[in-house]
């Protein structure tokens, strides 16, 4: 008999129990698109997390000032005085994975403008600042180099100091003061929103030279900001300024640095190993319900085989094959099983769409694991399938004839 009418024969066979056939599939539904959308969810978290790294900079590395002693206390990070501007120009120099590198200090400060004010960081830097963290401006230009050198008074807000300082008015052109100094507001950067539970937002820049002696008084740096010209030589810039740095402090092999270098890669790294954990174990758990759906499928055509004892023992005494037997009831359920992944790998994607859309959450429909459930789904036809349909072409046609 060849396949085509074997495929009829299991094709009838499914459609007389429609109910039943469609309850047998509910199992692989539910399993298929669970997969998809478990595995959408964990893509999703993985893409919006190295979004949100990202949107800190393009290939970023940050250099802080390390820990100081005081007398027996150690005073923790950022309290060294030996990072200097000089640094950066031979980190400039002397590193060729190193594009771009922006100076900086941080302190913060309490804004007014009229009636209103707002308590926020002020970051003194120079214009590579916003060349290292990738950041554009909503309106206005940023302060040039020759407002670093004459220290000129001149800011570049942030977006949540703007809605809160002009929330109905034009903010460049205007003149903010901060703590008791006027600033002209040359420019508004575009809004980063949230990174690290930290408004990025929430911030004003200025002129690394007017922060440093007009608001601090300190002459050294709290941070060096970085930019290498890709991901894999990011690791190359961290090495070449850590050797430079160690040298240029006289720091002998077995002391302390005292400063300290981050790279973004890696903890952008460590978050897509977090988000593969946690779609793996998403994905498994879901599958689980494949399996479970698998069972359901062997328990029915278990009971099929028993029912239909007197068709099969029909079949074999005129001339059916224990191979044609089994084809047919191995085809029925990889029938069940096809046509259930087909079905749940729709349940599954319009579950995506309708979590992104209802719930908010970002959801990537993976299209790997679209194509592996459908194949996985097939696997378990053939596998919880070979049983019933080697029992089924086992019967001995004489007793399946006299089967009441």
């Known amino acids: 008999m060849d396949f085509l009418a074997i495929l009829r024969i299991a094709v009838r066979a499914l459609a007389r129990n429609k109910m039943r056939s469609i309850l047998t599939m509910l199992g692989i539904i539910i399993g298929v698109g669970a997969v998809i959308a478990m595995v959408g969810i964990g893509q999703g978290a993985d893409q919006a997390m190295q979004k949100q790294i990202a949107s800190l900079g393009a290939n970023m590395l940050y250099v802080t000032s390390g820990s100081a002693r005081f007398g027996g206390a150690r005073l923790g990070s950022g309290n060294t005085k030996t990072l200097v501007s000089s ?18 200090t941080q302190t913060s400060a309490q804004v007014v403008f009229g009636n209103d004010n707002w308590g926020t960081r002020v ?32 800011a570049v807000i942030g977006e949540t100091v703007r809605k809160n300082l002009f929330p109905g008015s034009q903010a460049v052109g205007q003149t903010i003061r901060i703590g008791t100094l006027p600033f002209l507001v040359v420019g508004v950067l575009a809004a980063k929103g949230q990174s690290a ?15 440093q002696k007009k608001i601090t008084g300190q002459p050294w740096l709290r941070f060096i900001l970085v930019s290498a010209p890709s991901r894999s030589l990011s690791y190359a810039a961290r090495e070449q300024m850590e050797s430079l740095l160690r040298d240029r402090h006289r720091i002998r092999e077995g002391e302390a640095d005292d400063f300290t270098v981050r790279n973004l890669a890696d903890i952008a790294d460590v978050a897509s190993e977090a988000s593969k954990i946690m779609t793996v174990l998403l994905g498994s758990i879901a599958a689980i319900s494949l399996l479970v759906g ?38 029925e359920a990889v029938l069940l099983c096809l046509l259930g992944g087909l079905i749940g790998i729709v349940v599954g994607v319009s579950s995506c769409f309708l979590i992104a ?3 908010g959450w970002p959801i990537v429909t993976s299209l790997t694991a679209i194509m592996l459930s459908a194949a996985f789904s097939i696997c378990i036809g053939v ?4 049983y019933p349909a080697q029992k089924a072409a086992r019967l001995n046609p004489i007793d399946a004839l006299r089967y009441e």
Do not use: H
């Open 197 to 211: 539970g930290e408004d990025q937002d929430d911030t004003i820049v200025a002129p690394l030279t007017t922060v």
């Open 357 to 359: 859309t209802f719930v």
């Open 123 to 154: 970051t003194g830097t120079t214009p590579e600042y916003f060349r290292v963290r990738a950041w554009d401006f909503a309106s206005g230009t940023g302060f040039t180099q020759n407002d670093v050198t004459t220290a000129a008074n001149v």
């Open 87 to 104: 640094d950066v120009a031979a980190i400039l120099k002397e590193c060729p994975a190193v594009t771009a590198a922006a100076p900086g």
């Open 294 to 331: 698998g069972v359901g499928i062997m328990n029915i055509m278990l009971v099929s085989v028993t029912e239909r004892t007197r068709e099969i023992g029909t079949r074999l005494a005129i001339g059916a094959t224990e191979s044609d037997v089994q084809k047919q009831f191995l085809l």
């Open 383 to 386: 596998f919880f399938g070979f």
